[in-house]
């Protein structure tokens, strides 16, 4: 009987610029494993025929990005805590009956924040910007990380209002309009969880919103987090953090997931650092 390859991959659509390819298989050589990892372009609509059809061609591991993460819920038999609160599911492993779901993002942005950046998270009065699959992946770590109030806003308020209340603690979570943001006063912490940048858009953000201890964070690196860091900057925060650190730590707790190993993930992010000229957009 001829062995099958295990075979790894992340879909997405667009997808072709993703770097997890090339982080997993740094992870797969620091610890002297041979896998393959591909990037598979795939249309919401197709995603459910593209997994099994994956998983019949050797597929044993998936992470999942934009737009696929909350849709791709439905499709597994099982779901970890993780992925359960957050609604959204960005690694997938394959057991007999059927794909069991899991989330890193989460992991990911606090492990970069409060261990590669030394911040400590606890107590700040925070504003998650966009409420898609990323914010929905960190804002449970997040409030499980100790900041304070969370309040989210979204372009389409029904999601910022729909992820609060899934997020299930009404004295602490609160949803607002855009447009009432000028008058929130500053916060301690702010995130843009949005794709704005990956479309060159620009987001309306009234400079009261930050003060000079705020910690900025955009999930987005490379070109599509240029916008937001320099409005964080112009706006005086303390710090302005781009989301690679949090791109590499979500794949290694994936990694970790997958192979039981948990690889060193500084090396590969100061690679993926010093060739930030030329990164893509996009997890
Ligand atoms: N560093 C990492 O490891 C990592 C991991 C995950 C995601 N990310 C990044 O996080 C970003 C969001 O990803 P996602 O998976 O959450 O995408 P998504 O599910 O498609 O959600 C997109 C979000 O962006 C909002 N948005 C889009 N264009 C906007 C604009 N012009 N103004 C204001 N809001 C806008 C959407 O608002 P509406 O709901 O109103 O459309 C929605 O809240 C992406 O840039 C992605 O690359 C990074």
Not at 21 to 31: E, S
Not at 207 to 228: M, N, P, Q
Not at 254 to 282: K, N
Request: glycine share 12%; aromatic share 6%; with cysteine.
């Amino acid at each position: 009987m001829s062995q099958q390859q295990s075979r790894y991959a992340v879909f997405g659509h667009p997808v072709a610029h993703s770097l997890s390819p090339r982080i997993h298989a740094a992870f797969a050589k620091q610890v002297g494993l041979s896998l393959r990892y591909d990037a598979i372009d795939v249309e919401p609509a197709d995603l459910q025929a593209a997994l099994a059809a994956f998983a019949a061609d050797g597929g044993r591991g998936a992470n999942l990005t934009l737009p696929h993460k909350q849709s791709a819920l439905a499709l597994c038999a099982g779901l970890s805590d993780r992925a359960r609160n957050a609604g959204a599911v960005n690694t997938l492993v394959r057991h007999e009956g059927g794909w069991f779901g899991d989330n890193t993002d989460g992991i990911g942005l606090v492990r970069d924040l409060t261990e590669r950046n030394a911040l400590d998270l606890r107590g700040r009065r925070t504003l998650l910007l966009g409420a898609g699959g990323a914010a929905h992946g960190v804002a449970p770590a997040l409030l499980e990380a100790g900041i304070g109030d969370l309040f989210i806003v979204n372009r389409h308020p029904e999601k910022a209002d729909a992820l609060a209340d899934a997020l299930g603690q009404p004295g602490r979570v609160h949803s607002r309009y855009w447009n009432d943001l000028a008058t929130q006063g500053a916060f301690d912490f702010i995130i843009n969880a949005t794709s704005a940048g990956r479309g060159h858009e620009t987001m309306d953000l009234p400079f009261g919103i930050a003060a000079g201890r705020t910690l900025a964070v955009d999930l987005s690196y490379g070109e599509a987090a240029i916008g937001f860091l320099a409005w964080a900057r112009s706006a005086n925060c303390a710090q302005a953090i781009d989301g690679l650190g949090m791109l590499v730590e979500q794949a290694a707790a994936s990694f970790e997931i997958w192979h039981g190993q948990r690889p060193d993930t500084q090396p590969v992010y100061l690679d993926l650092r010093a060739l930030d000229v030329v990164l893509s957009t996009g997890d």
